[in-house]
Structure formats: C-alpha cells, structure tokens
C-alpha cells in the first residue's frame, strides 16, 4: 500500500533526508486506573528523582543534552510515579509563563472529541463528516469526499491534497472560512489509504465539535476536560469565523501539559473520575499510520504520535520547534518540554528526540542486554567512502556531501536537490556524530549496508534497505529505491 503521496512530500524529503544523513509497537498498555496517593488537580507534589527511582547524574546528561544541541528550549519537566522530580527552565523562563504549544493542540482536541463520543454528542468515528458540514456539499462533489468519516480525520488519512508546509497551508489560513477552504481541496486519494499530515483535518474536528455540542470547543475543554484537571490559565486563537483552531492555537503552562500527559498515562481517570475513556486513550495512541523514519520508527494515532522509548511502547503530543508531551506508561513517565516559536529559521523538533531516550534512560530498571555495534572491515574504497563522508558532515561541508550522494538520488519524490536544501539547514545537528558500517554486501554495482549513526548521545541505526551505489567510479549514497 501507498503510505505516502504527493501532498506528503514534503515531508518524505525530511524523513529520507535524515535517513541519509542521521540513519536513522504497537503494544498498548491497557488496564485499571493506577492508585495514586494524591491527584494534582491543585498543583503538583514535588519529590528527588532518587526517591522516585531515577538517577540525577543521568538526568544531568538530558540538561546538557539541552544546553548543547537545543537553544531554543524553555523547559523540561520530568514526572516519575506522580510526583514532579524535574523542572528546568532556560533561557529565563518561568512556570508561570503560558505556552504556545502549536500542534500539541491536535492532541487536546482528539480528547475532547473522544469526550464527545463518550458523552454521546457524536455517534462513532464512522460518521460523516458531512453529517456535520451538509452546507459544503456541493452538487459537484467528488464521490470519494463523501466517504470522509471522522476517523480519518483523526488519523490524517482524508484523501485530500495538501502540503502542511506548502501553499496549501497559506491559502487555507488566509481564506474567510476555514472550513470550506479545507474540503474544497482537490481528492488525490480514497479516505483511509493515505497518511498525509494535514493541519486543517484537526480544525475540522474542532468545527465539527462545536456544531454537535451546541458549546464552543473552548467552552466544551473548559467543562469536561480543563476544569477537572485544574487547568486555569489557558489561551486559544479563533480562525474567523469565531471557530476554535482544532490543529493548533493553544497556549498553556508547561506544568499543566504535564497534568494532560498524566490524564493519558492513567488511561483517562483523574482522582477516580474518568475524564476520558479508557478505550478512547488506548484507540487514539495506538500506531495506525507510518509516518516518519528519523530517529527511529515513529507512528500516528487519532492525532498522538507513537515512537517507543527506551524500549518501551510510548507516545506523544508533537508541536512544532520543540513543544512535547512524552508518555511512557511502562515505566509511569511523563516527559514536558516546551520551546522558543519565534525565531523565524528553521523548525528544529525533529531533533528533540534523542532527549527522551535520554531521560528514560535516567529510570532504573533492569534492561535487556544489547549486543554492541561491531565495525566491519569494510574494501578500501568503501572505507574511503565512509571516512570522506564522515569528514564532510563534520566540516558541515555541503559540496563535499552532495559528492557522496548518487546523481539519480530518488526516494519517495525526494530529489537530490531537495536532500541536499535539507541537509543545509540541518547541518548543525548532525555534524558530531558519524557512520559506521556493522554490514555490507556487494552485488555487482551496488551494495547493501548495515550499521549506525553514532553520535555522543545517541546510536541509530541504518535504515533497513538502504544502499550504496559505484557511479562513475566512486561509491555515493543511492537511497532505498530497490524497497519501492
């Protein structure tokens, strides 16, 4: 099946860009609501990470990881069994400062639509979206948008051309009425086959929301979802026609995204009520759609990512340039950290990642043994390769890194152009670590590679089916298109 079309390119480039460059469970935990010894409903109880079974030397690692790599972070807070262990904040920050947390915001609102269904205002995921929006069904129609439901809505799977990154996304916030903007879209696929991250899909839940509780979204979060939580300080932006942003808008304070992050990790109770179901935390963070390869495999839920951390079954709400609520049930984690919005360079979230596994990794606990890397010994002239490309994302040397990429570079519409336009932006973040090769396995012109990206923090392995090639007599990276 197709995961990806032409609307999602733009972010392929990203994935197979960083596959290139950084090489890059689905088992839900489900069970009873956990006892707690308090609910922090009126502010949270604070205790060491030592006594919460954490180790603050290893913690220290996460800051500096911080300090080193991720400039524009506001804050990280750490909640282990509970209890608020960490709290960090750079750059002048306080907790009293509300956030803006962009898309973070698709999270909340799969909440409170899971809510709606629970309370009965809608029905199922199965139903239409035109159920709920009739005024834009136009005579001419495209058949296959009649069949959008709002499962699809959740997952990012509509069907409809759109670039999140793109002109799309500029005539869909410059438009009068978002809603119209966001279904006259052309149709490129049927609903349910396609993974295409589409901002406007979570405004239409937001509308949709609103036209079936007879409430505003905001006033809707406000009674079934903030209130309970003890979640006062609150922002969200309208689009203009006074509709709540479904996709993003949302300010809060870092602590009271842990407290959302901690509704999740007990499987929707909060002090013995259940705010949201059980059956909808569980629905909504299950992986669903493959959807990027950076740092590892990462999923879509109804509007959560889903990426394993530490080896454990995880999950997140992702906003853009930094803005995070990480969820690791097995180990009762919860992870905050909210970032700079302003600076007008490039979004650098992709690049949060390896702070999670860092933080997990401060839990103690027993873990399975992994065997080591073990560099191979590899042709001269592949080990030329390997060591000239080293030394080119190390000197940030652009030039030198578009020599190691293959001329008919192609991965999912990814040309070598746009690898290299992503490469540039991205180089600060992966110029401290380095190839090395555990695998390769010549066939003629082309071999097949096994191994990691090491860097000082972190190892990632290569992604599986990725290739070299010897064109014009030197070996040059060539991409994954033998998977196609």
């Not at 990280?76 to 962009?102: M, T, W």
């Not at 930094?322 to 009762?332: E, N, T, W």
Request: charged content about 25%.
């Amino acid at each position: 099946m197709k995961l990806l079309n032409t609307g999602f390119k733009q972010t392929a480039f990203c994935m197979f860009a960083f596959g290139l460059i950084l090489f890059l469970n689905e088992n839900a935990i489900c069970g009873q609501p956990i006892k707690r010894d308090y609910w922090p409903t009126e502010g949270w109880r604070t205790s060491t990470p030592g006594q919460q079974g954490m180790d603050s030397a290893k913690l220290k690692i996460a800051v500096e990881f911080i300090q080193e790599r991720l400039p524009d972070a506001f804050s990280l807070l750490v909640v282990k069994n509970g209890y608020l262990v960490f709290e960090k904040y750079f750059r002048q920050d306080s907790p009293d400062r509300i956030a803006v947390i962009h898309s973070v915001t698709k999270s909340v609102t799969s909440a409170l639509i899971g809510i709606a269904l629970d309370r009965g205002y809608l029905k199922s995921v199965d139903q239409s979206v035109y159920d709920f929006l009739p005024e834009y069904a136009t005579a001419d129609l495209d058949w296959r948008k009649k069949e959008i439901r709002l499962k699809h809505l959740l997952t990012m799977s509509a069907g409809v051309k759109w670039n999140d990154w793109g002109p799309e996304m500029w005539d869909w916030v410059t438009s009068l009425d978002w809603g119209e903007s966001a279904l006259q879209r052309p149709q490129e696929d049927y609903p349910g086959n396609v993974f295409n991250y589409n901002s406007s899909l979570s405004h239409l839940l937001s509308i949709i929301l609103e036209k079936s509780t007879k409430v505003s979204t905001l006033e809707f979060a406000d009674q079934h979802l903030f209130k309970p939580l003890g979640i006062r300080q609150r922002h969200w932006d309208n689009d203009p026609q006074g509709y709540y942003m479904g996709g993003f808008g949302l300010s809060l304070a870092a602590r009271d995204l842990a407290k959302l992050g901690f509704m999740y990790l007990n499987n929707g109770y909060w002090d013995n009520q259940a705010i949201v179901s059980e059956q909808w935390v569980q629905a909504s963070t299950r992986h669903r759609w493959y959807a990027h390869r950076i740092y590892g495999p990462t999923g879509y839920g109804y509007q959560w990512w889903v990426k394993d951390v530490d080896g454990c079954h995880s999950y997140r709400a992702w906003g853009r340039r930094g803005q995070f609520i990480v969820v690791v049930p097995k180990l009762d984690l919860v992870v905050v950290v909210t970032s700079e919005t302003r600076q007008p360079v490039a979004p650098t979230s992709v690049h949060y990642d390896p702070l999670f596994e860092l933080v997990a990794a401060a839990v103690k606990r027993e873990r399975p043994s992994q065997k080591p890397f073990k560099a191979i010994e590899l042709p001269e002239d592949v080990k030329a390769f390997i060591d000239g490309f080293n030394q080119a994302t190390a000197d940030k040397d652009i030039l030198k890194v578009s020599e190691t990429v293959s001329d008919n570079f192609l991965s999912n519409g990814v040309t070598k152009n746009r690898l290299l336009a992503f490469f540039k932006i991205g180089a600060p973040y992966i110029s401290q670590s380095k190839v090395i090769l555990t695998g390769f396995e010549r066939h003629v012109n082309l071999a097949k590679v096994a191994g990691v990206r090491k860097d000082q923090y972190f190892e990632i392995p290569i992604q599986p089916r990725f290739y070299i090639i010897k064109e014009n007599g030197h070996w040059k990276w060539y991409g994954n298109q033998l998977s196609r």
